[in-house]
């Protein structure tokens, strides 16, 4: 168990449709990122939060926003879903205020577009 | 493009020899380097990293090796453990993109008894 928690498990919904993914990321980390994980695209960077603030940028899509809350929870918001959206999206925790460090990983979110 | 290369789809391995699992990188502005392990239908899970400032780090049976000049980096596990069997993804990071992961796209390791 890495700490990092991902609520729902799975989510099926239909194409243009809006879902909402959310992390909770260790105790004590302030960073959380968001990745996805498809068939034919590996696990790809979106997004970075770093104590409320984004940070960082990577492969996101306009559709796709995210936040950090106060409590440092992240939530990952997905708009007009197309069924290209279907993918594993996993969070994931570091700890240090700066520089490098290991990420943990929570257990993901599957989605699936129909 | 693929900044990170795992170019071994697939490896077996028999138990107690040697796994050898190998990964290439394009971006010289990599400085850290992490070998996650991963089970389907769970998240990655952290095994070993190394810093670009080294080019060794060992972590029990794991140990991480790093040639900057040739932009390689290789994981080896000695024993082998049918436990072991998982996919490794190599990743790397940068501090000009907050250290986010660029993932390899995994090779499956099969370690037989």
């Known amino acids: 168990d890495s700490g990092v928690t991902q609520t729902p498990k799975h989510l099926i919904t239909a194409t243009g449709q809006r879902v909402t993914l959310r992390c909770s990321p260790r105790?004590?980390?302030?960073?959380v990122y968001w990745y996805q994980q498809s068939l034919d695209q590996g696990l790809q960077f979106l997004i970075q939060?770093?104590?409320?603030?984004?940070?960082a940028k990577g492969n996101i899509l306009e559709r796709f926003s995210a936040q950090q809350f106060p409590d440092l929870h992240s939530e990952l918001n997905l708009s007009s879903l197309e069924l290209g959206d279907s993918a594993l999206y996993f969070c994931?925790?570091?700890?240090?205020?700066?520089?490098?460090?290991?990420?943990?990983f929570g257990p993901g979110t599957r989605l699936t577009v129909t | 493009d693929q900044q990170v290369k795992q170019n071994s789809p697939s490896l077996s391995v028999q138990e107690g020899r040697i796994s050898i699992l190998n990964c290439d990188y394009t971006?010289?502005?990599?400085?850290?380097f992490l070998w996650y392990k991963k089970y389907p239908a769970e998240g990655p899970t952290f095994l070993i990293s190394?810093?670009?400032?080294?080019d060794k780090n060992e972590d029990g049976r794991f140990t991480v090796f790093l040639n900057k000049s040739a932009k390689h980096l290789s994981l080896h596990i000695v024993p082998s453990q049918p436990g072991d069997s998982a996919v490794y993804f190599c990743?790397?990071?940068?501090?000009?993109?907050?250290?986010?992961?660029?993932f390899g796209k995994g090779t499956s390791l099969l370690v037989t008894p």
């Open positions: 994931a925790s570091s700890h240090k205020t700066s520089g490098a460090d290991e990420q943990y």
């Open positions: 105790s004590g980390d302030l960073s």
């Open positions: 939060y770093y104590n409320g603030e984004e940070r």
């Open positions: 971006n010289s502005m990599f400085d850290y």
């Open positions: 190394i810093s670009s400032i080294k």
């Open positions: 990743a790397a990071s940068a501090p000009n993109s907050g250290y986010a992961l660029n």
